[in-house]
C-alpha cells in the first residue's frame, strides 16, 4: 500500500476505474500482456542467472573442479543451479571440456534468452500502446459527443479554452492514468516476484538483510507523491488560460491589430506562460527527484549489501560468483520496483485530468426530450407565445410576451438592442427552456415535441453568418447531407449566390476557409441564406444582419431575403427598413416586453416607440449612404 496512495472508497479510485472502463474491452489487452509479460520476466531473469556459471567456469577453469555427471538432486539453493548447469555442459562438452568451448555455450545461451526476453517485451509493449490509443480515442469522441450535445446555455457560461484544453491536453495526460499504472502493474510484480526468487534462491540470508531496505526506499518516494499531488490541477488550469486566450487572440486577430493592442495581447500570454511554466517546471523538478532518490538509495543499499555479502563470501558461506550474480540480480530489482512507484506517482495528474474530463462526459444537457415527447409533424395553424417569460441567471430578460404567428405570416420584431429580440427568437427552437408561460405550436408546448422534430421544421439564418472551413457545397449542405447537387446549385440561385460561387477557384467545391473569411460580407450573407432555402424550413428564424453593405451587394441579399422569406411562416428580427415594411405584422419590444405592435402605417400613426425608431434609421440610412 506504500505505492497506491488511494484505498477503494476514494472518489480517486473511483474516477481511476472509470477511466480505465475506457479500455474496454479490458481482456483484449489484459490477456495477452499478461502472457507476454510473463514470458518476458522468466527470460528475462533467466539471463541473469546465467551470470554465476559463466563467472563459475571462469573461476574455475584452473582448479580442479569435479564434472557432474549424474542430474542433481533438487535442493532450493544456487549450488542446484550450478549442479545442472554442470551436468549440462559435461552432457555437451563431456568431462574433459574446453573452458572457451563453454563460455561460447554459455554466451549463445545469453544471446538466446535476451532476445527472446526483449521479444515478448516488445510485443506486451505493442498491446500496451494498443489499449493507450484505442481508450484516448475513444474518450475523446466520448467527451466531444456529449460537449456537442449539452444546452446552449452551457457555452454562455463556460469558456471555450477551457473546454478544448480538457478534450485535447487532459485527455492525454490521462494515459498515465489509464495505461502506465496498468503496464506496470502487470509487469513489473512479475518482475519483483522473479527476481525475489532468483535472490532468495541465490542466498536468503542476503535477501531478508536487503528486504529491509525496500520499505525505506518505497517510504521516500511515497513522501515525493503526495507533495506531487498538489500541483498537477494548476498545471493544466493554466495550460487553459494559455488555450483560451490564443483562441481569443486569433478570432480577434483583426480588431487587435486594428488597435494596436497586439503587444498588449502578447504581454498578457507572456505572462499566462511564464506562471504555466514556473509550476510545471516545480513540478517537473519535483517529478524528477523520484529517480535519482530511488537510484541513490538502490546503490546505497547495495552498498551497505556488500559489506555483508562480502562477510558470507570470506567466511565461504557463499560462492563469490554467486554474489556477483546477487548483486547484478539486486540492482535490477530496483528498476521495476522505481517504474513502479513512479507510475503511481503520475497517477495523480492523471486522475486530477481525468477529473476534468470526466465532468465534462458528466455534464447533461439541461434541454432534453420529454419522455412522452412526440413527433412535430409540421407547422399547420400557427406558433403562440402565452405569457413567456424567461431570465438568464437571475436578470428576468423576458417578461411577460404573448403573441402568435399565424401560419404564412411573417412577423417583424424591432426595437431598441437588449431589448430581448434574440432571446425570443432562440426560445423557439429550444436553445434556452422558458421560465414560465408556454410556447405552443399548433397549440402543443414545444417542449412535448422531440427536439429532433421540433428543428427538422426550422431555419435558423443569424445574424454572424455561421459558415465553417470547408467547401461551399458542404456549408450549404448543413441542413439537408443528402441533397443533390442540382439542389444545392437551385438553393444557390434562389439566394443570389450562383454567380459569384461559380466565379470562385473550384466553384461549388472551393474551401471558403476559417468562418469563411475568404468571402465578403455580402456573400457570407447569402451563403447562409442558400443554407436555410436548400433545407427548406415551413419555420423561419431570422436575425438579419446590421452590418450595411453596399448597394449593389444590399440589392442582392435583399432579393435573396425575399425569396426565402416567400411562402414561410416566418419571425424576423429586422433592421432593413424594407423588411420591416414588408412584413405582415410588426411587434416592437423594450424591456422584455410587447410595447407596441400592428403594421407599419398603424405603428406609425402612435407616434411611439417605433416611429421614432424608424425616424433614427432613415436619417441614420440617409447619413450613412
Ligand atoms: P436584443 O436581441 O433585443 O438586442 P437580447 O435578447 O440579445 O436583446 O438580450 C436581452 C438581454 O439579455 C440583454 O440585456 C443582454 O445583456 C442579456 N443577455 C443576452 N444573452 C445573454 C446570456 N447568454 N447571458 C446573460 N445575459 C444575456
Known amino acids: 500500500y506504500y505505492f497506491c496512495p488511494h484505498n477503494h472508497n476514494d472518489p480517486a479510485m473511483h474516477t481511476y476505474w472509470r477511466l480505465l472502463s475506457f479500455a474496454r474491452p479490458i481482456r483484449k489487452y489484459a490477456i495477452p500482456y499478461f502472457f507476454y509479460t510473463l514470458f518476458y520476466t522468466i527470460f528475462y531473469t533467466f539471463t541473469f542467472t546465467l551470470i554465476q556459471p559463466i563467472l563459475q567456469t571462469l573461476f574455475s577453469a584452473h582448479a580442479a573442479t569435479k564434472p557432474v555427471t549424474t542430474f542433481p538432486k533438487f535442493v532450493f539453493d544456487t549450488s542446484f543451479l550450478q549442479d545442472s548447469i554442470s551436468y549440462l555442459i559435461y552432457k555437451v562438452f563431456g568431462a574433459d571440456y574446453d573452458t572457451m568451448d563453454v563460455l561460447i555455450f554459455l554466451s549463445i545461451f545469453v544471446i538466446l534468452t535476451s532476445l527472446l526476453s526483449n521479444l515478448f517485451r516488445y510485443l506486451g509493449q505493442r498491446t500496451m500502446e494498443a489499449m493507450r490509443i484505442r481508450a484516448l480515442q475513444r474518450l475523446r469522441n466520448d467527451v466531444f459527443t456529449n460537449v456537442m450535445g449539452l444546452h446552449a446555455g452551457y457555452f454562455s457560461n463556460e469558456r471555450k479554452g477551457d473546454i478544448i484544453s480538457k478534450i485535447s491536453s487532459d485527455v492525454q495526460v490521462v494515459q498515465f492514468c489509464i495505461t ?44 515525493i507523491v503526495k507533495r506531487l499531488r498538489k500541483s498537477a490541477t494548476q498545471v493544466q488550469e493554466r495550460f487553459a488560460d494559455m488555450v483560451s486566450l490564443m483562441d481569443e487572440s486569433l478570432s480577434g486577430i483583426k480588431i487587435l491589430k486594428g488597435y494596436n493592442a497586439v503587444d498588449y495581447t502578447v504581454g498578457k500570454f507572456k505572462k499566462i506562460n511564464a506562471l504555466f511554466s514556473r509550476i510545471s517546471l516545480s513540478m517537473a523538478w519535483r517529478q524528477q527527484l523520484a529517480s535519482p532518490v530511488s537510484e541513490f538509495l538502490g546503490i546505497a543499499a547495495a552498498a551497505v549489501l556488500m559489506i555483508y555479502g562480502g562477510s558470507l563470501v570470506l567466511s565461504g558461506e557463499l ?14 530489482i530496483t528498476r521495476p520496483l522505481r517504474s513502479f512507484t513512479d507510475a503511481f506517482a503520475n497517477i495523480n495528474q492523471g486522475i486530477a485530468a481525468g477529473e476534468r474530463v470526466l465532468a465534462l462526459l458528466d455534464e447533461k444537457s439541461e434541454i432534453t426530450d420529454a419522455p412522452d415527447a412526440v413527433e412535430m409533424t409540421g407547422l399547420k395553424r400557427d406558433i403562440e407565445f402565452r405569457d413567456v417569460r424567461f431570465s438568464y441567471d437571475n436578470k428576468e430578460v423576458i417578461r411577460g410576451v404573448s403573441f402568435k404567428i399565424k401560419k404564412g405570416e411573417t412577423v417583424a420584431l424591432v426595437g431598441p438592442s437588449g431589448g430581448g429580440k434574440s432571446t425570443l427568437s432562440d426560445l423557439i427552437p429550444r436553445f434556452y427552456d422558458v421560465q414560465s408561460g408556454q410556447i405552443l405550436i399548433d397549440g402543443i408546448d414545444i417542449r412535448k415535441y422531440t427536439l429532433e422534430s421540433l428543428r427538422r421544421y426550422m431555419g435558423l439564418v443569424s445574424q454572424e453568418t455561421i459558415l465553417f472551413n470547408d467547401t461551399i457545397e458542404n456549408n450549404l449542405r448543413l441542413g439537408k447531407q443528402d441533397a443533390t447537387e442540382e439542389e444545392v446549385r437551385q438553393a444557390a440561385i434562389v439566394a443570389n449566390a450562383d454567380a459569384f460561387i461559380r466565379e470562385t477557384e473550384h466553384g461549388y467545391q472551393t474551401n471558403i476557409g476559417d468562418r469563411g473569411m475568404k468571402l465578403s460580407g455580402g456573400q457570407r450573407q447569402r451563403l447562409s441564406i442558400a443554407r436555410a432555402v436548400l433545407k427548406n424550413p415551413e419555420i423561419l428564424i431570422l436575425d438579419e444582419a ?80
Request: net charge negative.
Open 546 to 625: 446590421t452590418s450595411a453593405l453596399d448597394t449593389e451587394s444590399e440589392k442582392l441579399v435583399q432579393n435573396a431575403l425575399d425569396a426565402l422569406l416567400q411562402g414561410r411562416t416566418s419571425l424576423v428580427i429586422a433592421h432593413r427598413l424594407s423588411t420591416i415594411y414588408n412584413a405582415d405584422r410588426i411587434i416592437v419590444i423594450d424591456h422584455g416586453q410587447i410595447v407596441e405592435q400592428g403594421t407599419h402605417h398603424e405603428l406609425m400613426a402612435l407616434h411611439g416607440v417605433y416611429a421614432r425608431l424608424i425616424e433614427m434609421q432613415q436619417s441614420g440610412d440617409s447619413n450613412g449612404r
Open 319 to 332: 560462492a563469490a560468483s554467486a554474489f556477483i550474480m546477487y548483486l547484478a540480480i539486486f540492482t535490477q
Open 180 to 223: 502506465n499504472t496498468l503496464l506496470v502493474a502487470f509487469r513489473d510484480p512479475f518482475q519483483i516476484i522473479g527476481f525475489m526468487i532468483a535472490l532468495v534462491v541465490t542466498s536468503w540470508q542476503l535477501t531478508i538483510f536487503s528486504i529491509l531496505f525496500l520499505p525505506i526506499v518505497a517510504l521516500v518516494i511515497g513522501s
